[in-house]
């Protein structure tokens, strides 16, 4: 119990200290890659509707643990803590609370100051829907949306 404890402060500290990293091999952008490419091969084979689904959640969830497990178990060989070191590195890769509020922070002190077009503009950034009809209300419940989205999918 100790030991996860360790590495859920260890992860957020972390996060909370350095943010969200940009680079190659970050594995959520890993994800999205793999994610894409099973994704296009399934087009590819006409395989879609539920069954393309069904198929494209079991094949990439199949590959992301088979990998986690194995390096995982390699590192836990090698020494308890480099398991460890391995579990602070992927929930903080994936927290990504600092980068979310960086990303609605300018978003609230637009809103602070009835700035409704930069709000947008910053919204826009973050969601995947049209914010250029929302109003004020609609703006924080779309950041808060977001954030909380993301939050989830973290975890």
Same mark, same amino acid.
């Given at each position: 119990?100790?030991?996860? /404890?360790?590495?859920?402060?260890?992860?957020?500290?972390?996060?909370?200290?350095?943010?969200?990293?940009?680079?190659?091999?970050?594995?959520?952008?890993?994800?999205?890659? +793999?994610?894409?490419?099973?994704?296009? *091969?399934?087009?590819?084979?006409?395989?879609?509707?539920?069954?393309?689904?069904? /198929?494209?959640?079991? +094949?990439?969830?199949?590959?992301?643990?088979?990998?986690?497990?194995?390096?995982?178990?390699? +590192? *836990?060989?090698?020494?308890?803590?480099?398991?460890?070191? +391995?579990?602070?590195?992927?929930?903080?890769?994936?927290?990504? /609370?600092?980068?979310?509020?960086?990303?609605?922070?300018?978003?609230? %002190?637009?809103?602070?100051?009835?700035? &409704?077009?930069?709000?947008?503009?910053?919204?826009?950034?973050?969601?995947?829907?049209?914010?250029?009809? /929302?109003? %004020?209300?609609?703006?924080?419940?779309?950041? &808060?949306? *977001?954030?909380?989205?993301?939050?989830?999918?973290?975890?």
């Amino acid at each position: 119990m100790t030991e996860i /404890l360790i590495i859920l402060v260890t992860a957020y500290l972390l996060d909370s200290a350095i943010g969200d990293p940009v680079y190659r091999f970050h594995p959520v952008r890993m994800t999205g890659r +793999l994610i894409s490419f099973v994704e296009r *091969s399934l087009f590819r084979l006409k395989m879609t509707g539920i069954s393309g689904g069904i /198929l494209l959640l079991v +094949l990439v969830n199949t590959v992301i643990l088979s990998v986690y497990f194995a390096l995982f178990t390699v +590192l *836990s060989g090698m020494h308890i803590w480099s398991g460890a070191a +391995l579990n602070i590195f992927v929930l903080y890769s994936s927290i990504c /609370l600092k980068d979310m509020w960086d990303h609605a922070l300018p978003i609230i %002190k637009a809103l602070e100051r009835d700035n &409704i077009q930069e709000a947008r503009n910053l919204t826009q950034m973050i969601v995947g829907r049209d914010s250029e009809q /929302l109003d %004020k209300s609609g703006l924080a419940r779309a950041v &808060i949306e *977001s954030c909380a989205e993301n939050f989830v999918d973290g975890f």
